[in-house]
Every structure is written in structure tokens, then in C-alpha cells.
Antibody, heavy 120, light 110 residues
């Protein structure tokens, strides 16, 4: 069974770039069955889809975040990453990585999430 | 792309049935039969409960069921149990390979 684990700094300064990595175990990130995605939850608010990537590099982003988001994949490390530039306090959230399956249009496996706080 | 609208909270007694609504637009929920539902116990990873509107992942309890009418999808929990107390989120395909989540519903078992 796939397991996903987020990692990265828990504190980022305003205007800087948030960088997170998701390590995949129990399966290959090069699997044709999955896309690899990021979802976040600001404190006290609902979930927000950020985007996802296919192992070969195709990316899809939330239009509201598209200008600031980059998702990339490192098949050699079985990892994929999220970069969010020019962050503000509004980007403070728990960030989850998850698998996305096109066949069911759903997010099947999720990491536990990691809290990122934007503050000086 | 606006968040799908869910009631903030729903409650019920053990054994009762409750229904959580998820209202979108004719561009997402109403246009595609691609609504999924997630159970989220705070501090844990969200769990997929329903996909494609009404299908359950294999091995999952059948006391969760999904449906859709027009621009509104619904999740019904039959025979409410204490462990069903959690936050629930709907999610819909919104076209052009994008997705939108609901505002979330806190389910309380009385």
C-alpha cells in the first residue's frame, strides 16, 4: 500500500518561497496509475486543491495559485515537490500530498500533512 | 472557482441516518458525475469514502452512500456510529483538469 510523507520547513518568511517534499513508499512514483498532488487546509478552513503532476512531467494547477506554484517530480528519489513563491500569511496551512487517480477522479492516498506557518 | 457549499455542521444520535449536502454549480457538480467525499479526523490523513458520486472503495463500509441531484451532491451516513464523528469534505471535478473542494461539514454524534 502506498504511503506518503511530507517534509519541509515549518516556518517561512513573508515574500519567500515555500518548499515541501513528499516521499513515496510502497510503490513507484513512475507508476502510470497515479498523478501526484498537493492539497492544503488553512487553519479553521476547508481543503483547497493546489495541483498535481504526472511522473513524466505534465502539471495541472489551481487557477488561483497558478502564477506562484511549481510542482516537480524526482523519479530517482521517488519524491515530488511543491514550491509556492511570494508567500503571505494567507498561505499558512497544513499541506497534504496525495495520489490522484484519473480513472476514479479521486485522491486515494494521503500523507499526514505538515503545518507551514508564514511569519516574520 | 469557488468552494462547494456544505453545511458547517450536522449531528445525529447513534443509529440514526444523516445527510450532508454539497452544492456547486452547473460547471462542476452539475456537469460532471465526478464528486468524491473524504472523511477527516483532525490530525490524521483524510480518507476517501466515495468516488464518482456513489461508488465506494473496495472493502469500505456500506453505511456510507452518495448521490447527486442537479448541482447538489449528497453523502448519507446510515446507522451513525461514534467513530463517524469527523469532518467531511466533498470534491468535484471542475473541468480543464481542475478540482474544487467543499467548505467542509463537522459531523457530531450525540
Amino acid at each position: 500500500q502506498l504511503q506518503l510523507q511530507e517534509s519541509g520547513p515549518g516556518l517561512v518568511k513573508p515574500s519567500e518561497t515555500l518548499s515541501l517534499t513528499c516521499t513515496v513508499s510502497g510503490g513507484s512514483i513512475s507508476s502510470s496509475s497515479y498523478y501526484w498532488g498537493w492539497i492544503r487546509q488553512p487553519p479553521g478552513k476547508g481543503l483547497e486543491w493546489i495541483g498535481y503532476i504526472y511522473y513524466s512531467g505534465g502539471t495541472y494547477y489551481n487557477p488561483s495559485l497558478k502564477s506562484r506554484v511549481t510542482i516537480s517530480v524526482d523519479t530517482s528519489k521517488n519524491q515530488f515537490s511543491l514550491k509556492l513563491s511570494s508567500v503571505t500569511a494567507a498561505d499558512t496551512a497544513v499541506y497534504y500530498c496525495a495520489t490522484y487517480i484519473t480513472a476514479t477522479a479521486s485522491f486515494d492516498y494521503w500523507g499526514q500533512g505538515t503545518l507551514v506557518t508564514v511569519s516574520s | 472557482q469557488s468552494a462547494l457549499t456544505q453545511p458547517a455542521s450536522v449531528s445525529g444520535s447513534p443509529g440514526q441516518s444523516i445527510t450532508i449536502s454539497c452544492t456547486g454549480t452547473s460547471s462542476d457538480v452539475g456537469k460532471y458525475n465526478l464528486v468524491s467525499w473524504y472523511q477527516h479526523h483532525p490530525g490524521k490523513a483524510p480518507k476517501l469514502m466515495i468516488y464518482e458520486g456513489s461508488k465506494r472503495p473496495s472493502g469500505f463500509s456500506n453505511h456510507f452512500s452518495g448521490s447527486k441531484s442537479g448541482n447538489t451532491a449528497s453523502l448519507t451516513i446510515s446507522g451513525l456510529q461514534a467513530e463517524d464523528e469527523a469532518d467531511y469534505y466533498c470534491c468535484s471535478y471542475a473541468g480543464s483538469s481542475t478540482y474544487v473542494f467543499g467548505t467542509g461539514t463537522k459531523v457530531t454524534v450525540l
